[in-house]
């Protein structure tokens, strides 16, 4: 494991984007595991400025998402199909059939998650997965339990997963209940792991997540026994390390 040390947000989307195209310009037809939230978006706008600037070419990448919520359509400004296009998808020349995210509008969890791991799989797996953390240490939608999850799955969302995502919606009584997430087992898989981390409201969980015991109830804590992880984090999120 690797972490680096940045001073801020704008440092550590600048760094992030970096390690990401030097993935597609070393293979041009790689797969990338993707993340939302707030804390990706800096560097998906370095990525579009980059490929502004010539210096990068999406014609050939293929794309997986971490998650989606189960129940919101495409359309709808929450679901994270709509984050992708908005941030990043409909900014570059990535085409839209190499892009997947789950189907947040299938009812059947079982058809959905048995899918969307079986699709990962005939890609060849994930060249490098970017992942957020959670303020309770989840990655991807995988939230505390007493057990890490193999596969893609539909997950209840915690209340403080609930809590933290709010704010983008008119009420807390919109925020989606449940997600569709890969699972611990299938983040691992990845060859590579980038994650990111920033402010000081995630460095309790950081530390936990470097330094702390291997334990489903801080799930991002896996991430200590892969073979190849990158950590960018500021410094105001590795104020507890």
Same mark, same amino acid.
């Given at each position: 494991?690797?972490?680096?040390?940045?001073?801020?947000?704008?440092?550590?989307?600048?760094?992030?984007?970096? %390690?990401?195209? /030097?993935?597609?310009?070393?293979?041009?037809?790689?797969?990338?595991?993707?993340?939302?939230?707030?804390?990706?978006?800096?560097?998906?706008?370095?990525?579009?400025?980059?490929?502004?600037?010539?210096?990068? =070419?999406?014609?050939?990448?293929?794309?997986?998402?971490?998650?989606?919520?189960?129940?919101?359509?495409?359309?709808?400004?929450?679901? #994270? #199909?709509?984050?992708?296009?908005?941030?990043?998808?409909?900014?570059?020349?990535?085409?839209?059939?190499?892009?997947?995210?789950?189907?947040?509008?299938?009812?059947?969890?079982?058809?959905?998650?048995?899918?969307?791991?079986?699709? %990962?799989?005939?890609?060849?797996?994930?060249?490098?997965?970017?992942?957020?953390?959670?303020?309770?240490?989840?990655?991807?939608?995988?939230?505390? /339990?007493?057990?890490?999850?193999?596969?893609?799955?539909?997950?209840?969302? /915690?209340?403080?997963?609930?809590?933290?995502?709010?704010?983008?919606?008119?009420?807390?009584?919109?925020?989606?209940?449940?997600?569709?997430?890969?699972?611990?087992?299938?983040?691992?898989?990845?060859?590579?792991?980038?994650?990111?981390?920033?402010?000081?409201?995630?460095? =309790?969980?950081?530390?936990?997540?470097?330094?702390?015991?291997?334990?489903?109830?801080?799930?991002?804590?896996?991430?200590?026994?892969?073979?190849?992880?990158?950590?960018?984090?500021?410094?105001? /999120?590795?104020?507890?390390?």
């Amino acid at each position: 494991m690797r972490i680096y040390e940045v001073k801020d947000y704008q440092e550590m989307s600048r760094k992030a984007a970096n %390690i990401l195209a /030097a993935q597609v310009i070393l293979k041009p037809d790689c797969v990338l595991g993707l993340a939302t939230g707030s804390t990706p978006i800096g560097a998906y706008d370095a990525l579009v400025e980059k490929y502004e600037n010539g210096d990068l =070419d999406f014609s050939e990448v293929k794309t997986v998402n971490l998650d989606e919520y189960k129940g919101l359509t495409r359309e709808n400004d929450q679901s #994270y #199909y709509y984050f992708m296009h908005e941030h990043l998808f409909d900014r570059v020349n990535i085409k839209l059939e190499n892009t997947n995210v789950p189907d947040g509008t299938e009812a059947d969890g079982a058809k959905e998650c048995a899918r969307y791991e079986a699709l %990962i799989a005939s890609m060849g797996g994930v060249d490098i997965q970017l992942l957020g953390l959670g303020r309770n240490g989840h990655i991807g939608f995988n939230e505390p /339990a007493d057990h890490f999850e193999k596969m893609t799955h539909c997950v209840d969302l /915690a209340e403080s997963t609930i809590e933290a995502n709010k704010r983008f919606f008119a009420s807390a009584d919109d925020v989606p209940r449940q997600a569709y997430t890969m699972g611990i087992g299938t983040i691992m898989k990845a060859k590579k792991i980038l994650l990111i981390v920033n402010g000081e409201d995630k460095a =309790d969980a950081l530390a936990k997540v470097l330094r702390g015991p291997v334990t489903p109830k801080v799930q991002g804590s896996i991430l200590q026994l892969h073979q190849d992880v990158v950590v960018v984090a500021d410094q105001a /999120a590795l104020s507890k390390m």
